[in-house]
């Protein structure tokens, strides 16, 4: 993969990961995940912008993870991490109430986030926060990096639950659920069989 395609890619990922959380998931407060989450909390408690809390835990957990990722994965997680922040902060002013019904917007950005997240994974990357610990997991352990982040993601998720509002919980699990499918589906398709899809595959495959 040239460097050019890879970049493309990685900026699709996370552009689709910030229409899934802007557009569907943040205007019923549901959590896409542990960064998510923790943003959820600061903007109802102190109307802190979602998009500067995720840049700002995410560049943390980058740097603690740096290590772990490696050079070249760190750098493609905070550039995923710029791109999903800077989506997030050019459409969030024109959402100003929620598009349809709460199932609804949440069954729709879930998937939506699985499909971007899934994407990154494909590629060895993430958008940060839980992302980064779920692929580290997944890479000792070789388990599905879907399943791991729902576990993580899971426990932070009931702390913004109570914090906010208790329904929450529910639809941020619910979310956590059906984007951990899709991140797994598209985890296992196989390349040979969809040749298109080398683009998504990691780069030492």
């Known amino acids: 993969m040239s460097i050019a395609l890879r ?6 990922g996370a552009f689709v990961q910030g229409v899934a959380m802007t557009f569907f998931l943040f205007p019923h407060q549901i959590s896409s995940g542990g960064a998510a989450g923790i943003s959820i909390i600061l903007n109802f408690l102190f109307q802190t912008p979602y998009s500067a809390t995720l840049w700002m835990l ?7 993870a740096f290590r772990q990722l490696g050079k070249s994965n760190a750098a493609g997680t905070m550039f995923c991490v710029t791109v999903t922040a800077v989506t997030i902060h050019v459409f969030s002013p024109f ?7 709460p199932a609804v917007d949440l069954a729709i950005g879930a998937i939506i986030f699985g499909i971007g997240l899934g994407i990154l994974f494909r590629l060895g990357a993430s958008s940060g926060g839980m992302d980064i610990l779920a692929l580290i ?5 070789g388990c599905k990096p879907g399943r791991t982040l729902f576990y993580i993601n899971s426990t932070i998720l009931l702390l913004a639950g109570f914090i906010v509002d208790v329904k929450t919980i529910f639809y941020a699990l619910a979310c956590q659920w059906i984007s951990g499918k899709i991140i797994d589906l598209l985890h296992s398709i196989s390349i040979e069989k969809y ?11």
Do not use: G, Q
Request: no cysteine; charged share 15%.
């Open 137 to 141: 997991i997944s890479k000792w352990r």
């Open 95 to 101: 959402i100003t109430e929620p598009l349809s019904y």
């Open 7 to 12: 970049i493309a890619a990685l900026a699709f």
């Open 195 to 205: 040749p298109i899809l080398r683009i998504l595959t990691f780069p030492s495959k």
């Open 58 to 64: 995410n560049a943390i957990m980058i740097v603690i």
